[in-house]
């Protein structure tokens, strides 16, 4: 397989060991991100400032010098700050507006020697999944041209699946790393809440949100989450013989798209035939607790989050510019309605607060009880919707809300806080689908290291064709 297809880790090692040079990978990665800017996937792709951090990337290997990433380029959701580049939040009021300073965990990615490319396309102000932009365009999915990469990091999911870089950062606030995950053929991570400082992040909600990884492999996963949260505990080694992983007996196996279930289950048959037994984990009234929490501290932390960054980050506008410049029709009807009598009153946001505890107590007593270590379940119920189908989505044959539909699965363990990871799993349809493993507050490295397992199990993702 050629380098610049493979994965982050293959990439850092080669360097590494010598047997590839930096500046020659970073000139094939601008080709090809050349030929495929059909895809969409960059609202700003810094070909001059790539080429130049090769360059110095190449004379610190040269000299000896060895990094967790020297050398790998690393791709941006565009609502993460990078000194010099564009952090648009994917909205018109911010659009193209260059920022000084370097997220923190830009920062610690630079630190470990990797090279920032640019800056990828979302969903408008992250309120979405179909990252179907009015500002900057639709996000394609690279597997077909006329579907959605998933959302809110849909150019994350997009650029990695289609090999323009080996990894990306974005943020995940109810599956918006997960989703595009599935929905690409790729692997995420959404770490547990607070693990990975949000300086420098544009927010929706300080709570939900955090930013997570995309690439083609978990170990890669488990490299850029070492980096990101600064934790280089080793992965253990999980044998799948006598694992016992949780199937939740709610909404999760439900209502999916033939497509989806059948290689979901396909994957369960094969992990029971390496050893692991499947464990009924009862979850009760999960929809309608996370129902209570899901939007109504969103929307209540939208206003006060976002007002707080545009004014500590001096980016020159006010919420009230930022709302009334919406572009997209899907985010505007979120957004809006916050402007006036539509704002989500405090008691109600506290009311939604004292749910989200009694949500993270459901997943922690049904951890606790079960004894397993993660739960297993479909990340989307659908595979990739048509570019348009912003407001409902033909699903098992009846018009559901498009948005709800995509971050069913994926939401309860956003507003509860704990890890998440989304696994590739074949096609459906010609259509990527994914495997969820949620885990414990707190358990990211051995997730990761379950999700290592589970991963050599499966058969191996074919690349996605970019047609």
Not at 63 to 91: F, Q, S, Y
Not at 145 to 174: F, K, N, Q
Not at 254 to 267: I, K
Not at 298 to 327: K, N, Q, W
Request: proline share 7%.
């Amino acid at each position: 397989m050629d380098l610049i297809d493979c994965t982050a880790t293959d990439v850092r090692d080669a360097l590494a060991g010598g047997t590839a040079r930096c500046t020659d990978l970073v000139d094939r990665w601008i080709e090809r991100t050349r030929a495929a800017e059909t895809l969409n996937c960059y609202v700003a792709f810094d070909e001059a400032g790539l080429r130049q951090q090769a360059r110095a990337a190449q004379a610190r290997l040269d000299a000896g010098e060895r990094l967790p990433l020297l050398g790998v380029p690393i791709a941006l959701k565009d609502n993460i700050h990078a000194a010099g580049l564009p952090c648009g939040n994917g909205t018109h009021a911010l659009h193209g507006h260059v920022v000084a300073n370097d997220a923190a965990l830009v920062h610690r990615l630079r630190a470990a020697g990797a090279l920032i490319t640019g800056k990828l396309g979302m969903h408008e102000l992250a309120f979405g999944i179909s990252s179907n932009n009015a500002v900057t365009g639709a996000v394609h999915n690279p597997w077909d041209a006329s579907r959605i990469p998933g959302g809110s990091s849909g150019g994350c999911g997009a650029a990695v699946a289609a090999r323009l870089v080996p990894a990306a950062i974005g943020t995940d606030t109810g599956g918006s790393v997960r989703v595009p995950a599935a929905l690409c053929g790729v692997s995420g991570l959404r770490p547990t809440a607070g693990r990975v400082g949000g300086q420098g992040l544009a927010p929706i909600s300080t709570t939900r949100d955090t930013a997570g990884p995309l690439a083609r492999s978990v170990a890669d996963l488990a490299l850029l989450d070492s980096v990101l949260a600064q934790d280089a505990t080793l992965l253990a080694d999980v044998p799948l013989r006598g694992l016992k992983l949780g199937l939740p007996q709610e909404m999760f196996w439900s209502d999916l798209e033939p497509g989806v279930e059948r290689s979901a289950r396909e994957a369960l048959d094969t992990l029971r035939r390496a050893g692991v037994e499947f464990v009924p984990v009862a979850l009760p009234g999960i929809e309608a607790l996370d129902a209570e929490v899901s939007f109504v501290v969103a929307l209540f932390e939208f206003v006060r989050d976002m007002t707080r960054y545009l004014a500590e980050e001096a980016r020159g506008v006010s919420f009230e510019e930022v709302v009334r410049g919406i572009g997209s029709p899907d985010v505007a009807a979120i957004a809006a309605p916050l402007l006036g009598a539509g704002a989500v009153p405090e008691a109600a946001y506290a009311q939604a607060l004292q749910a989200r505890r009694r949500l993270q107590a459901l997943y922690r007593d049904a951890f606790a009880a079960s004894g397993v270590p993660a739960l297993v379940f479909p990340t989307t119920p659908a595979t990739a919707a048509r570019i348009g189908d912003d407001e409902t989505v033909m699903h098992n044959g009846r018009a559901c809300p498009t948005f709800a539909t995509f971050i069913r699965n994926t939401d309860p363990g956003s507003n509860a806080g704990i890890p998440g990871l989304s696994l590739p799993i074949g096609l459906a349809g010609g259509l990527p689908a994914g495997l969820a493993l949620d885990g414990p507050a707190g358990s990211d490295r051995h997730l990761l290291a379950i999700g290592r397992a589970v991963e050599a199990a499966l058969p191996p993702m074919p690349p996605a064709p970019v047609r």
